[in-house]
């Protein structure tokens, strides 16, 4: 049974420009969830999908948006990045959307 | 709303000395409690878990205990390991219309040998 994978594990980008982070889900699960977490702070809930649909979202502007596959990997993508967008991206995939979460390893982004 | 407090650090001990990290929680709802671990350049891994009140979770010698009536789930390990340096977060979720966590701020356990 694999985990979550999440790609890339590092990434540069510039002010403004857009990026895409990807996820694959846990073998069976079925729901996704990302968090930012910037550092030296816990990760803060960014958005929910389950079963390809967003399933709660938290407080993050638009610009932040999602996707998830019928194979239920997600997307996410950022658009017009800040420099406070620098931080640790983190997936996590769950069996339903009520049970345990288990996560990634992470992306780390550094704007610039 | 939901909020997870965690006791400030970072916190240094000796290998075999016992280990208390004090997680505290308000929450909308019966939460359920967490913690899990983030060791250096990785993402987080679930330590342990408990849904309902009075209830322990354990897991590599660590344990907690869901205490409803003063709203706490502090971590214990009676002997740290070297093994054991890491970042510690307590969190919640309610189960609602998703799951998500709620994080406190996390605990740096740095162990000497």
Redesign the interface.
Same mark, same amino acid.
């Given at each position: 049974e694999t985990g979550v994978t999440q790609s890339p594990t590092h990434l540069i980008k510039t002010r403004g420009q857009q990026v895409t982070l990807r996820c694959s889900s846990q073998s069976g699960h079925n729901t996704v969830s990302w968090y930012q977490q910037a550092l030296g702070q816990g990760p803060q809930f960014i958005f929910q999908y389950y079963r390809e649909e967003e399933n709660g979202r938290g407080n993050f502007p638009p610009r932040f948006s999602g996707l998830q596959f019928p194979n239920y990997s997600s997307e996410l993508n950022v658009n017009a990045l800040e420099l406070d967008d620098s931080a640790l991206y983190l997936c996590a995939s769950s069996l339903a959307d009520r049970e345990t979460q288990y996560f990634g390893p992470g992306t780390r982004l550094l704007v610039l | 709303g939901n909020s997870?407090t965690q006791m400030e650090g970072p916190v240094t001990l000796s290998e075999e000395a016992f280990l208390t990290i004090n997680c505290t929680y308000t929450a909308t709802g019966y939460p359920s409690l &967490?913690w899990?671990v983030q060791y250096p350049g990785?993402?987080?891994? *679930?330590l342990l878990?408990a849904t309902k009140a009075d209830d322990k979770g354990s897991n590599k010698g660590f344990e907690a205990t869901y205490r409803k009536e003063t709203t706490s789930f502090h971590l214990e390990k009676g002997s740290v390991q070297v093994s054991d340096s890491a970042v510690y &977060?307590c969190?919640l979720s309610v189960?609602g219309?998703?799951?998500? *966590?709620?994080?406190?701020?996390?605990i740096t356990l740095s162990v000497r040998p």
């Open positions: - | 997870v &967490f899990y990785e993402g987080l891994q *679930l878990k &977060f969190a189960f219309a998703n799951s998500k *966590l709620t994080f406190g701020k996390g």
